[in-house]
């Protein structure tokens, strides 16, 4: 991976220790920020579609951005966690290239780590377990707005152990499209760092040194989708982030990604999401406890 260092901008949002009692039960969690997690006791699990993820103790576990998930918790479960994202105004950060394991070992320093983490930024605890009480836009522009007031030497000290937290899935990580093709790798990249403009088909297809048509078929070989459709797809992802990390109107956000027309967008929104962008703004996650 060739990346430099000043391309990695991580901002927290949440950090802290928590202790739960058959209590950490939430069904089809999303969200545009990625979950870090350090188990120091008990057992829970996380589902992902088909695959469910065991939490135990002295391992790290990573959550990716916009992953729909699952919780389940049926006895004792202690554990730190750490809430970020990637503040990248030009939208081409390492998240949206790399795909980190979901587990690892965790470090014999990882928890001292987690724990000076949470001394520094105690105000960035969590309220509640419940991501409905923490994953929605007020909340976290108060905590973005807290998490930037913070004394330049607490800033430091938090960005370099979150880089160290974040290297433990990174020595293991691989590129996001495992994509046989060089000339799609480079479209693809071309996508991920020009989300915010207009893209059209010609453009992409003069990268690639392709014909239009060949481009659309060789992408859909490699990706299972259109050019078209995995722009749209990525163009929705990065909506979500500042729908809820910043407080531009709705129809600014719609703007700054390309659409002229902000109906149109609100339809395309919430044909992906099932929400409007005024609903998701409101309340991004719509968790709900298990009843069994």
């Known amino acids: 991976m060739n990346y430099s260092i000043d391309q990695l901008h991580l901002l927290t949002l949440n950090v802290g220790f928590a202790k739960h009692h058959a209590d950490w039960n939430w069904k089809e969690v999303r969200s545009p920020f990625a979950r870090l997690y350090l188990v120091t006791e008990g057992e829970a699990k996380v589902i992902i579609g088909e695959q469910v993820i065991s939490l135990t103790p002295n391992h790290l576990y990573f959550i990716p951005p916009y992953t729909n998930h699952s919780y389940r918790c049926d006895g004792l479960f202690c554990h730190y966690y750490l809430h970020i994202f990637e503040n990248d105004n030009n939208f081409g950060g390492m998240m949206d290239d790399l795909i ?53 030497c607490d800033k430091t000290e938090s960005r370099g152990i979150i880089y160290i937290l974040i290297s433990r899935f990174m020595k293991n990580s691989m590129p ?14 071309y996508i991920r760092h020009n989300i915010t403009k207009p893209l059209k088909l010609s453009t992409l297809a003069e990268i690639a040194f392709m014909s239009k048509d060949n481009l659309i078929r060789i992408f859909k070989q490699e990706m299972n989708v259109t050019p078209n459709v995995f722009i749209t797809q990525m163009k929705i992802e990065k909506a979500e982030l500042m729908l809820v990390t910043s407080d531009l109107p709705i129809k600014n956000v719609a703007e700054s990604l390309g659409y002229d027309d902000h109906t149109y967008f609100n339809r395309v929104f919430k044909k992906i999401t099932r929400l409007t962008p005024q609903q998701y703004r409101s309340n991004i996650s719509n968790p709900s406890n298990y009843k069994d």
């Open 100 to 152: 980190f394991p979901t587990e690892v070992n965790a470090s014999v320093i990882d928890e001292q780590l987690l724990k000076r983490l949470c001394e520094i930024n105690p105000f960035l605890r969590l309220p509640a377990s419940n991501p409905n009480s923490y994953d929605n836009n007020q909340t976290l522009l108060n905590n973005i707005q807290m998490n930037l007031r913070r004394p330049f």
């Open 176 to 189: 996001k499209s495992n994509v046989k093709d060089d000339r799609i790798q480079n479209v693809l990249r």
